[in-house]
């Protein structure tokens, strides 16, 4: 079964960056367009950003020019490299399919102080 394991996350002042890693088991993962969705509390999960196999990238509106999303096919790797962040970036990141059809991992804490 293919398993999704996000790491990366931490706490960091208002302005700062992380960068972020989802490790995917999967033969497949090449051919799979794979997105990051972020959950804070009493809200919904929401995509946040998705790249195809072909390496297109799509961004909600309110990270772009400030976070990029990108992959690594031979480490079965996905990126979400975040600049410029702020307090309402602070949320759970998760890493799916944009089908969201494969099991959710355990996700990576991302807190942005003011």
């Known amino acids: 079964q293919v398993q999704l394991v996000e790491s990366g996350g931490g706490l960091v002042q208002a302005g700062g960056s992380l960068r972020l890693s989802c490790a995917a088991s999967?033969?497949?993962?090449?051919?799979?367009?794979m997105a990051w969705y972020r959950q804070a509390p009493g809200t919904q999960r929401e995509l946040v950003a998705y790249i195809t196999r072909g390496e297109n990238t799509i961004y909600t509106d309110s990270v772009k020019g400030r976070f990029t999303i990108s992959r690594d096919n031979a480490k079965k790797t996905m990126y979400l490299q975040m600049n410029s962040l702020k307090p309402e970036d602070t949320a759970v990141y998760y890493c799916?399919?944009?089908?969201?059809?494969?099991?959710w991992g355990q996700g990576t804490q991302v807190t942005v102080s003011s």
């Open positions: 999967g033969s497949i993962f090449s051919v799979w367009t």
């Open positions: 799916n399919l944009i089908s969201r059809e494969l099991p």
